[in-house]
């Protein structure tokens, strides 16, 4: 069984950071695409950031400049950076996976979420 387990979340005052991480466990083949999303109360799920396996990586205009995601293939693992924290960044934060689970077959994950609240 394929799991997303995601850590870093908490209460941050506006301009900090904080930084999330998230480690594909299970059995597969190999991670594809990975992202970060977030949802505030009474909105829809939105892209945060995502990287390729290869690197290549998109952004959220909101977050352009603030935020980096990145990967490490060896662990199975995708980090965001979360610099100059906003009170509208706060949300709860979900990971996102694409796994070749077989051969042929690709299944998408999400991690548990996690909460993040800016707020002095």
């Known amino acids: 069984q394929v799991q997303l387990v995601e850590s870093g979340g908490g209460l941050v005052q506006p301009g900090g950071s904080l930084r999330l991480s998230c480690a594909a466990s299970?059995?597969?083949?190999?991670?594809?695409?990975m992202g970060w999303y977030r949802q505030a109360s009474g909105k829809q799920r939105e892209l945060v950031a995502a990287?390729?396996?290869?690197?290549?990586?998109n952004y959220a205009d909101s977050v352009k400049g603030r935020f980096t995601i990145s990967r490490d293939n060896a662990k199975n693992t995708v980090y965001l950076q979360m610099n100059s924290l906003k009170p509208e960044d706060t949300a709860v934060y979900y990971c996102?996976?694409?796994?070749?689970?077989?051969?042929?077959?690709?299944?998408?994950?999400w991690g548990q979420g996690t909460q993040i609240t800016v707020s002095s």
């Open positions: 299970g059995i597969f083949f190999r991670v594809n695409d």
């Open positions: 996102n996976a694409k796994i070749r689970v077989a051969l042929g077959r690709e299944s998408e994950y």
């Open positions: 990287i390729t396996r290869g690197d290549s990586t």
